[in-house]
Nanobody
């Protein structure tokens, strides 16, 4: 499956932003979808994931409540809704697809989008 993330940009602290991930080339509903982020000079970190049907989500604990992942299998899309953004949320955000559930390591995912930059100014 090919993935393309979009929707990043420059926002102010406290703003909201929704990222999108468009999938193509394979049956989208066969995959767990996840979002990761990578700040400059840091390792890629897990944001959250959503199961194949879109019913269950799983988040990195510190992000729970501000970030919401959803998917639309009919449109082959996954979304990351972010609210109350903080400067510490500044990073490149990636969507990823895999088959394992509740996995948080980048190596657990087989397919990656190219990333979209989110910059939060104070």
């Amino acid at each position: 499956v090919q993935l393309q993330a979009s929707g990043g940009g420059l926002v102010q602290a406290g703003d909201s932003l929704r990222l999108s991930c468009a999938a193509s080339g394979s049956t989208f509903s066969n995959y767990v979808m996840a979002w990761f982020r990578q700040a400059a000079g840091k390792e890629r970190e897990f944001v959250g994931s959503i199961n194949k049907s879109g019913i269950i989500t799983y988040y990195e604990e510190i992000l729970k409540g501000r970030f919401t992942i959803s998917r639309d299998n009919a449109k082959n899309m996954s979304y990351l809704q972010m609210k109350n953004l903080e400067p510490e949320d500044t990073a490149v955000y990636f969507c990823a697809a895999g088959n394992a559930w509740t996995k948080k390591e980048p190596s657990d995912y087989d397919f990656w989008g190219q990333g979209t930059q989110v910059t939060v100014s104070s």
